[in-house]
């Protein structure tokens, strides 16, 4: 829950560098406010085809690796609306995925949560609140050292790694379980 990728942190700072992409104040607006939402909600909306024989933890973390791999269009293709609007959608869309993924990750962590459900579900869901405060730091100190191309490349390195570290301990103990019953 405290590791950094798919925490949305970039969400926040995406106005901040439209100018650096040349998109207007207005189309900026509407990329980050109602298009963002519908967006957000779309990628919610698609983390229902996973397949619920996949664990939580391997999709999202999975689903998180391609959020991450979407900020390399704003990182590394040219400073133009259109690399803007493409890694914009991209991201929002796929941040939408993985807060839908977080929330099933927490609840098969729960399993049956008898009455101390809601508690422990609202007490567990707010550390995935961490990454988005260090991460919003993080990201601003890549802007400020590397510009607007920073924010992107810091978000998706940090988070890439912090999502192969997890998914290769979830994978490799999926692995050890499976072993261990043959």
Same mark, same amino acid.
């Given at each position: 829950?405290?590791?950094? =990728?798919?925490?949305?942190?970039?969400?926040?700072? &995406?106005?901040?560098?439209?100018?650096?992409?040349?998109?207007?104040?207005?189309? =900026? @607006?509407?990329?980050? #406010?109602?298009?963002?939402?519908?967006?957000?909600?779309?990628?919610?909306?698609? @983390?229902?085809? +996973?397949? *619920?024989? +996949? %664990?939580?933890?391997?999709?999202?973390?999975?689903? !998180?690796?391609?959020?991450?791999?979407?900020?390399?269009?704003?990182?590394? !293709?040219?400073?133009?609306?259109?690399?803007?609007?493409? #890694?914009? *959608?991209?991201?929002?869309? *796929?941040?939408?995925? !993985?807060?839908? =993924?977080?929330?099933?990750?927490?609840?098969?962590?729960?399993?049956?949560?008898?009455? %101390?459900?809601?508690?422990?579900?609202?007490?567990?869901?707010?550390?995935?609140?961490?990454?988005?405060?260090? =991460?919003?730091?993080?990201?601003?100190?890549?802007?400020?050292?590397? #510009?607007?191309?920073?924010?992107?490349?810091?978000?998706?390195?940090?988070?890439?790694?912090?999502?192969?570290?997890? &998914?290769?301990?979830?994978?490799?103990?999926?692995?050890? @379980?499976?072993?261990? *019953?043959?």
């Amino acid at each position: 829950m405290l590791f950094p =990728m798919g925490s949305g942190a970039a969400i926040g700072l &995406l106005p901040g560098i439209a100018q650096d992409y040349h998109v207007s104040g207005q189309q =900026m @607006a509407w990329m980050n #406010g109602l298009g963002g939402a519908f967006l957000t909600a779309a990628g919610s909306l698609a @983390a229902t085809f +996973i397949p *619920t024989r +996949i %664990s939580a933890s391997v999709a999202y973390l999975s689903v !998180c690796l391609i959020n991450e791999v979407t900020l390399l269009v704003l990182w590394l !293709c040219p400073a133009s609306p259109a690399t803007y609007f493409i #890694g914009s *959608t991209l991201y929002l869309f *796929t941040i939408g995925t !993985c807060y839908a =993924m977080f929330t099933a990750v927490v609840l098969e962590f729960m399993g049956h949560s008898g009455k %101390s459900g809601s508690g422990r579900y609202s007490i567990i869901n707010s550390l995935g609140n961490v990454p988005v405060v260090y =991460m919003t730091t993080v990201d601003g100190h890549g802007a400020k050292l590397f #510009g607007a191309r920073g924010l992107a490349g810091t978000d998706a390195v940090v988070g890439a790694i912090g999502a192969v570290i997890l &998914l290769a301990y979830f994978l490799n103990r999926r692995q050890s @379980a499976v072993s261990a *019953t043959t």
